[in-house]
Nanobody, 112 residues
Framework: VQLVESGGGLVQPGGSLRLSCAAS????????MRWYRQAPGKEREFVAV????????AYADSVKGRFTISRDNAKNTVYLQINSLKPEDTAVYYC??????WGQGTQVTVSS
């Protein structure tokens, strides 16, 4: 079971990034997928969830309207499109599968 995030980086405020999480070793299409983030000195927090078939999605209030979660079950990948980035979005972003698997995280830094 493996989740590998990618797509993070340094971006200016107002910019965008698309994070990806590639899954392997389990039946990806059977599980809900979530994104979390952890900012320096803070606890890990929920960001977004998408159900197994992608029919239902939910977001943390802090990211509604700016972040979009999606998935491609044919590619065993979940995405997080993040727009209008703010400095407070700086964090390590993790994907999480409904079977309990976690990725290693990808760093997003928002700074001018």
């Amino acid at each position: 079971v493996q989740l590998v995030e990618s797509g993070g980086g340094l971006v200016q405020p107002g910019g965008s990034l698309r994070l990806s999480c590639a899954a392997s070793g389990f039946t990806f299409s059977s599980y809900d997928m979530r994104w979390y983030r952890q900012a320096p000195g803070k606890e890990r927090e929920f960001v977004a969830v998408i159900t197994s078939a992608g029919r239902s999605i939910a977001y943390a209030d802090s990211v509604k309207g700016r972040f979009t979660i999606s998935r491609d079950n044919a590619k065993n990948t979940v995405y997080l499109q993040i727009n209008s980035l703010k400095p407070e979005d700086t964090a390590v972003y993790y994907c999480n599968a409904g079977n309990g698997a976690w990725g290693q995280g990808t760093q997003v830094t928002v700074s001018s």
